[in-house]
């Protein structure tokens, strides 16, 4: 990963650019979700959602009644609520256990390169990267997992790679009880790839710096430990 000037002058409020063809619309931090988004079981939901993309594999001109293809939308339907998009539930959200920081480390902490695996809530395609997290203890650590699985919940929903940078870090900010988090996302969008220009070489990145990474020493020796 390359980082250069441009990336620690980047705000948490980013800049979103609109074209006539690809409409990047980010709204706000939070996922847009409907008051009622939890009313059916995820077995109603997978039921649903097998029928509809039954439909749709239908409408291409699939043949349902060929032995691979007959269980795809049971499949997808299983896949969607139970893996990809688990993370719209707020009952699979990791419960992150703090303890005490007794040995009195006051330093940076940086956990780099986890695995980010997340959809395109545009084109539902995968986003792929790595995520960069950054804190200072404020009398309180975290166990390493819990970062990783946090940034797992909030990947898993149909995303934008802004909103999921600052998801982050502020449930990171809630959990150490500290503002002093930074949050770095280096990940290429399978939207761009496999359809569209069809670059297959770009990434995206996207930060969200709070408390004391907004001073440039510290953003800087965050961005020297990646």
């Known amino acids: 990963m390359k980082l250069n000037g441009t990336l620690s002058n980047m705000k948490d409020e980013l800049k979103v650019v609109n074209s006539d063809t690809d409409e990047h619309i980010f709204t706000n931090a939070e996922t847009p979700m409907r008051a009622d988004a939890f009313a059916l079981s995820d077995e109603d939901k997978m039921e649903r959602i097998s029928h509809h993309f039954r439909e749709i594999m239908d409408t291409l001109g699939l043949d349902l009644t060929d032995d691979s293809l007959k269980g795809t939308p049971a499949r997808v339907a299983k896949m969607y609520v139970k893996e990809i998009f688990s993370g719209l539930n707020p009952e699979n959200k990791p419960a992150a256990t703090l303890f005490e920081n007794k040995f009195g480390y006051n330093q940076m902490l940086v956990q780099k390169n986890i695995t980010l695996k997340s959809m395109c809530e545009h084109h539902f395609v995968p986003i792929e990267g790595v995520v960069h997290i950054g804190y200072i203890s ?28 600052i998801q982050i870090a502020e449930e990171l900010k809630r959990v150490l009880r500290t503002d002093d988090v930074a949050v770095v996302i280096d990940a290429s969008h399978k939207c761009v790839s496999l ?5 297959e070489a770009s990434s995206t990145v996207t930060s969200s710096y709070h408390g004391r990474f907004r001073n440039q ?10």
């Open 138 to 165: 404020n009398g309180y650590v975290i166990g390493l997992s819990k970062m990783n699985r946090i940034v797992q919940y909030f990947g898993k929903r149909p995303q934008v790679q802004e909103r999921l940078s």
């Open 195 to 199: 359809r569209g220009v069809e670059d």
């Open 217 to 226: 020493n510290d953003r800087n020796e965050f961005l020297k430990h990646l």
